[in-house]
């Protein structure tokens, strides 16, 4: 193989996020490779590249996101599209068996990854696939790929995009969203758990807080209390549930709202409060228990964000991560949380490429890097 | 029967328990004269509150009138015992079961009330409402259950001493009281009921629920009950006691392999609660589910605490709800989070007396025509039943009726308490020498010596009432009640805030006082300074044949000397009871030849040598010689140097403390005897305070308002504070902003021997106020 650019890093590239629960992969397929190029191109690249972009599901858990797929994008000076790829984080040994069959290791290109399990699989990339990791932090990674992707923008539409009227919702629908002057910017990356960052400029961002209560508690809970297994069958429970048959509301302690403290007879007093008595447990459904699971995590995440917006004195705020994926309901929930209990003060932005930006990140570090 | 887990909605009444008899001296007591009641009614337990007056004995003083005739053998004053009638606050904690019997108990037993109304609050306050109006012919008015709550919270933090404690599990002393501080507020009061209420508390009337959150208390118990089928709060509590979170949450180490290094992050850190659980083909045990509930909610309320506290600039926060009350597990868990969260600059606070704001809340919103705040309160030690006096946790076998009943009573202190105007800082004044409660080997010792003394106190009591009825009844059981008190200290020794010698001195007045005994000793009081009187003359005389340095050592000698007449300490009253003779002179052989273990004699003769003070403040120990030859004497030298004196002693008995009262009288005849004093008294240069206490102790920061505007009023330049109790148990570290004087001899061999001397060591300890005084003054 012969060395065209030292500049630029040897094919193929990838970026990788191992998170607690998933595994986030984005590749880069150039689209401009020369007939020369080809023909010197090694097998087991071909392959990998055939691999990945005429399949859209890998083993029995791995998804290629299509609609998610950035086409014709210049990328250190190649063209090609960029595909978004996930698994389960369990299925990791499946990976890196692959990886070994496929004889990633002989392409002697740098594998760059973020997300804990980059520490955590660190030996296993090497003793199992012979592959040594380039371990990146990941905040810097999300927050680098989030100004990368909203800066090439969706395949010519908008990457960013919020509710208008969150609080009505027959009249609640999405809309793109120009984030432009994108800063100070509070970021909620909501994954296995939530880190909620305030970003001031390009490199200059600090994580204010976290809580546990995130993605993993909703689908770890709703398994226990349905025993669904998938975040897919625990967000479609949720949809036709009622969770104000599992929580309290205002308006079943008060009989409607409580004024003093302006609290609307909607809002919910205590998640799970109507629990607590025996006859109530004995008359909800599963779909009810995943709705309420639903609501209570998304609206605690809400809370602790727009307490960090003003204590951080931040009026946007930009919600990503994978507990957002095909979840429309959290994401409304959280643009009503911020709207009404900021009384529109607050934004709540969403980006389209959710849980991928990590992965985006460490696929940019491998190019700058090189 | 307990409630079901359902005791809000509206089943409760069917497990009514109306087997039990209720003891009437012990549970509701001083209902006869009850008036203003309130009652709040919360998921699982009643408290009832009411107010009533107490008739009880006093011991009164009356000089006899010396005009007419005057012999030697004549006592100088008489002393009788009166009734007096003094205001209390009753509040009393139970199940719920028991309502239905508790009304009717206080139906029965209410006799002189004319009450109308009972002021209510509480999630059950509407559910027990016909019950309420039904039993007890009352009207019941709801009140609103925050504005009860924080009007409670100010109430207790305003009172009680030692109200609020940090929570340390596994510490020697998990109760790390709290010194209240002069100004309570602005603080931020987080509720944890079923959900979560965040309250920023301004002023007395003037609060805002600035957050709150739906994860709170009904939340662990709702989700609890689903994923684990128990369905009592209590039961869901002790199997997360006996859970390990990791089996269910996803670690920052599962997700890292370790610590995430570069934030800060640990690997044992939640990264996400019940991130495991997320599988359909692994079982969870109950106990590890509920561990990994209780730590996700504590830690959530924990964090928004914070974030509240950061946004509104306070540091001091309260934990308070059915969540938090009483539950050691509980309180671990956000102490914890709040630790985490705030990095240790905050604390969280918890409070002895959280399960009672709502009905201590509601009972002042119904008195307030009677104006409860503007008297000073105080705990009182006999009738209250003290920290986790029913916690399960504590005593799971504890189910009797006694344990059942929790108690707290307060009483109307004569007098508004505040802090000595010459406190270097009120806010980190702690009376106390000693912290019993994380001083095991000190804790034993005292206990012990208390035990011990209370024969003697006893045998006391019963010789100062040989007239009265029941006297060996009542000192009887007195005597169980103290050491009830004692053995109930000794396994908890929290339970009325830090335990001091001063608690412990205190809760025997208490107890003493509540069985008639309102002043043992107040025939050997009499006695002594009938004796001492006579020898006054005699004294000064020779002190004045001398010169003036040796004058100077002579009058400290002297107030040495007498106060080692102190019955309190078991080696003198041992002495004095075995040795009618003993007397000053002894006394003053009895003293530590200086070098005293603690000697700034030099430096207070150099002082002297200077110009006089402008005012003596002298808090006054013993009567008979102790006052008589030893402080009159050293008054009249005070005087004569052209310094005013204002003597300060005790508003009501203890020991053979000289009271104000008994002073006044005192004072009087030495004023007949001697021109110094006469003239000093006459020109007002000499004047007599109370201190407001009753104890053998001094708390700087609940002393008598008037005295206070005297200290300030005199510009007092010098502070006196004479005796074991008070310089010594209490204020040894007292930073005053002016000079001060304190001096004792150390009757007790044990705290000799802590203090690196033996028995009858002197201690004589001179301060100047710290230097940088003058610019932080005024």
């Not at chain 1, 100070?184 to 961002?205: C, E, F, Q, R, T």
């Not at chain 2, 078991?570 to 003293?591: Q, W, Y």
């Amino acid at each position: 193989m012969k060395i065209k650019d030292a500049k630029k890093p040897s094919f193929p590239w990838f970026g990788m996020d191992i998170g607690g629960t998933l595994v986030k992969l984005v590749y880069f397929e150039p689209i401009d490779i020369t007939a020369e190029e080809e023909q010197e191109e090694v097998e087991s690249l071909k392959s990998i590249r055939r691999y990945l972009t005429s399949n859209v599901a890998y083993g029995s858990t791995g998804l290629r996101d299509v609609h998610l797929e950035l086409k014709d994008l210049t990328l250190c000076g190649r063209k090609g599209n960029l595909h978004f790829i996930r698994f389960p984080t369990h299925d990791m040994p499946a990976f890196l068996q692959m990886g070994r069959d496929k004889h990633f290791s002989s392409l002697h290109t740098m594998l760059c990854a973020t997300g804990g399990g980059a520490y955590k699989f660190d030996r296993d990339f090497y003793t199992m696939a012979d592959l040594r990791l380039r371990k990146l932090d990941e905040l810097d990674c999300l927050i680098k790929g989030v100004l990368y992707i909203e800066s090439v923008r969706f395949n010519g539409h908008s990457e960013c995009y919020y509710f208008e009227n969150p609080t009505d919702p027959d009249l609640c629908q999405q809309k793109p969203y120009k984030l432009e002057n994108p800063y100070p910017l509070l970021l909620v990356n909501i994954g296995s758990g939530v880190s909620i960052l305030a970003v001031y400029s390009k490199d200059n961002y600090k994580r204010v807080t976290g809580t546990s209560l995130g993605g993993g508690s909703f689908l770890g809970l709703c398994c226990l209390l349905t025993g669904c297994s998938t975040f897919e069958e625990a967000l479609e429970m949720a949809s036709c549930g009622d969770s104000t048959r599992v929580d309290k509301l205002v308006r079943d302690i008060y009989g409607g709202d409580y004024d003093k403290f302006g609290l609307p007879g909607w809002a919910v007093a205590s998640s799970f409060g109507n629990m607590m008595c025996k006859e109530k447990r004995e008359s909800i459904s599963k779909e009810d228990l995943a709705r309420a699971t639903l609501v209570t995590i998304t609206n605690n995440i809400g809370s602790i964000t727009r307490m960090c917006a003003l204590n951080e004195n931040i009026q946007r705020v930009v919600f990503v991560g994978n507990f957002l994926r095909i979840n429309t309901l959290s994401m409304k929930l959280l643009a009503y949380a911020m709207d009404y209990w900021s009384k529109g003060q607050l934004k709540a932005l969403f980006l389209k490429h959710e849980g991928y930006f990590g992965a985006v990140g460490a696929l940019l570090e491998l190019l700058n890097q090189s | 029967t307990k409630m079901a887990a359902c005791s809000r909605i509206g089943r409760g009444g069917h497990s009514m328990d109306k087997s039990i008899t209720l003891p009437a001296d012990e549970i509701f007591r001083n209902l006869e004269n009850a008036k203003r009641f309130a009652i709040d009614i919360g998921g699982s337990l009643t408290k009832l509150a009411y107010y009533s007056t107490v008739q009880h004995k006093v011991a009164k003083v009356r000089s006899f009138d010396h005009s007419v005739k005057e012999t030697e053998d004549d006592p100088l004053y008489e002393i009788s015992v009166q009734e007096e009638i003094t205001a209390r606050l009753h509040f009393i904690k139970f199940e719920n079961a028991y309502i239905e019997t508790c009304l009717d108990f206080v139906k029965d037993h209410l006799v002189n009330t004319d009450t109308k109304v009972i002021k209510a609050t509480g999630g059950g306050a509407y559910k027990f409402k016909d019950l309420i109006e039904k039993k007890l012919k009352l009207k019941v008015d709801k009140e609103d259950e925050m504005s009860c709550l924080i009007k409670g919270c100010n109430f207790v933090l305003k009172n009680i001493p030692h109200e609020a404690f940090v929570y340390v599990r596994h510490a020697d002393s998990e109760f790390r009281f709290q010194n209240t501080h002069p100004d309570i507020f602005p603080y931020l009061l987080i509720n944890i009921g079923s959900g979560v209420s965040i309250v920023k508390v301004e002023s007395e009337d003037q609060f805002e629920r600035i957050g709150g959150s739906s994860i709170g208390g009904g939340t662990f118990w709702g989700l609890g009950a689903l994923l684990t089928k128990t369905k009592r709060f209590d039961e869901l509590l002790q199997l997360a006691s006996r859970g390990q979170h990791a089996s269910v949450d996803m670690l920052v180490k599962d997700i890292y392999g370790g610590a995430y290094g570069t934030l800060g992050l640990t690997g044992d850190l939640i990264a996400s609660s019940f991130g495991k659980s997320a599988t359909a083909d692994k079982e969870f045990s109950k106990e590890d589910m509920a561990k990994s509930l209780l730590h996700m909610i504590s830690n959530d309320i924990g964090q928004l605490a914070c974030l509240y506290a950061k946004l509104h600039n306070l540091t001091r926060v309260y934990f308070g709800g059915f969540f938090i009350r009483g539950h050691p597990v509980t309180m671990h868990t956000i102490t914890y989070s709040i630790n985490f969260f705030t990095k240790g600059e905050v604390q969280a606070l918890f409070l002895r007396h959280e399960g009672y704001l709502g009905a201590i809340g509601a009972f002042l919103k119904g008195a307030e025509e009677d104006n409860p705040n503007q008297y000073s309160w105080g705990e009182n030690y006999a009738g209250s039943s003290g920290l986790m006096s029913v916690s399960p946790e504590l005593n799971p076998m504890q189910r009797a009726r006694s344990g059942t009943f929790d108690m707290l009573e307060m009483d109307r202190l004569e007098r508004q308490l505040v802090n000595l105007p010459l406190l270097q800082d009120p806010s980190s004044y702690i009376p106390d020498t000693m912290d019993l409660t994380e001083d095991a080997v000190a804790r034993e010792y005292w206990l012990f010596c208390f035990e011990e003394a209370l024969e003697g106190v006893v045998k006391r009591a019963i010789a100062s009432q040989p007239d009265l009825p029941q006297t060996r009844e009542r000192a009887e059981k007195f005597s169980q009640k103290y050491r009830h008190k004692l053995q109930t200290l000794r396994h908890q020794p929290f339970a009325y805030g830090s335990l001091t010698v001063r608690s412990l001195l205190d809760t025997r007045e208490h107890c003493l006082n509540e069985f008639n005994f309102p002043d043992p000793y107040s025939k050997i009081k009499q006695r002594e300074n009938d004796m001492a009187l006579k020898y006054f003359q005699k004294a000064v005389k020779s002190l004045e044949s001398l010169s003036w340095e040796q004058r100077q050592f002579a009058l400290v000698k002297g107030l040495l000397a007498g106060n080692v007449f102190d019955w309190g300490a078991k080696a003198i009253s041992d002495v004095l009871e075995t040795n009618a003779g003993f007397g000053f002179e002894e006394a003053k052989r009895k003293l530590q030849e200086r070098p005293w273990l603690v000697d700034s004699y030099n430096q207070w003769l150099e002082r002297l040598k200077g110009p006089p003070h402008k005012c003596a403040l002298f808090f006054v120990d013993n009567s008979g010689i102790d006052i008589i030859l030893g402080v009159f004497p050293f008054v009249r030298e005070l005087l004569c140097r052209g310094t005013e004196v204002v003597l300060a002693s005790n508003s009501g008995p203890a020991l053979n403390d000289v009271t104000y009262s008994e002073l006044q009288i005192l004072t009087e005849r030495i004023a007949a005897m001697d021109t110094v004093i006469q003239t000093g008294i006459k020109e007002e240069r000499l004047i007599l305070v109370q201190s407001g206490s009753s104890s053998p102790c001094l708390d700087l920061s609940r002393l008598d308002k008037t005295l206070a505007t005297v200290v300030r009023e005199r510009h007092t330049d010098l502070v006196i504070i004479e005796g074991m109790g008070r310089a010594i148990h209490t204020n040894y570290y007292a930073t005053l902003r002016c000079e001060s004087l304190k001096l004792a001899v150390i009757k007790n061999s044990w705290l000799a021997e802590r203090l690196g001397g033996v028995l009858f060591s002197v201690v004589f300890k001179y301060e100047e106020p710290p230097k940088y005084q003058e610019e932080t003054h005024q």
